[in-house]
């Protein structure tokens, strides 16, 4: 999509769980092109947004657009097979497969939640076509050197970024990123901030769910606020830094 288009439209969402209401009336949208932030407290209901995005997971309400289609409880697969890619908050490599393996399965099954190799099941020429297709993401975000290291043997910035890799398999549109920073020393968060400044040039729309602040505020084009599965603030960086309902939530709570 062109730089600019909105590809990403959520319509007041909303998810209950019994009588808890994770998401309230949430609606957002991504431009080709633009990383947005979606920041809050823990428990907000950020990571339940991202499923409901992504076909993880079906709104109780409300719908979500993705290229102009309606989306909302279509499966993870569909949405992945349209351009939307994920990855999660906790890290979902296999530890003991090499860095292309693991970047592999991701071409393999897109917008699953995960896959074992016994299920593969595949002839030589899918196989060879996978692994060509993953060593381009490999090197696309600069593993090169780890390409045949085993996932686990990988500092956790490399794994997060192994991660994306993974996502980018499917050639998607959209990445959703839910908190990559989380753990990471400064200069992995600053090469993490580099490949989605990359990314970002080429014309990708990233969303991402992060707690380091410094992280999102010098990365970010658009922040939107969460408390209590509703949206609290939403402008530029420097608006939510001043913006007192946000203040309130992360310091009042
Ligand atoms: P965040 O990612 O912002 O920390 P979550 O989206 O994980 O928040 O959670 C929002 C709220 O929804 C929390 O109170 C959480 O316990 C609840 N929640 C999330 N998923 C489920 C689920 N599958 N069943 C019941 N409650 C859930
Ligand atoms: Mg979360």
Redesign the pocket.
Known sequence: PPMGETILEAKDVTRK?GG?V?NNNMSLSVKAGEILALI?P????????FNQLSGVDTPTSGDVLFRGKSVAGHSSREIAGLGMSRTFQHVRLLPKMTVLENVAIGAHRRGSKGVLPAAWRLDRDEEARLLREAAVQVERVGLKDFMFAEAGSLALGQQRILEIARALCSDPCLLLLDEPAAGLRLKEKQALAELLRRLKSEGMAVLI?EHDMDFVMSLVDRVVV?EF?EKIAEGLPAEIQSNPAVLEAYLGG
Do not use: E, H, I, P
């Open positions: 769980f808890l994770a809050g823990n428990g907000a209901g950020k990571s339940t947004m769910v969460m599965g």
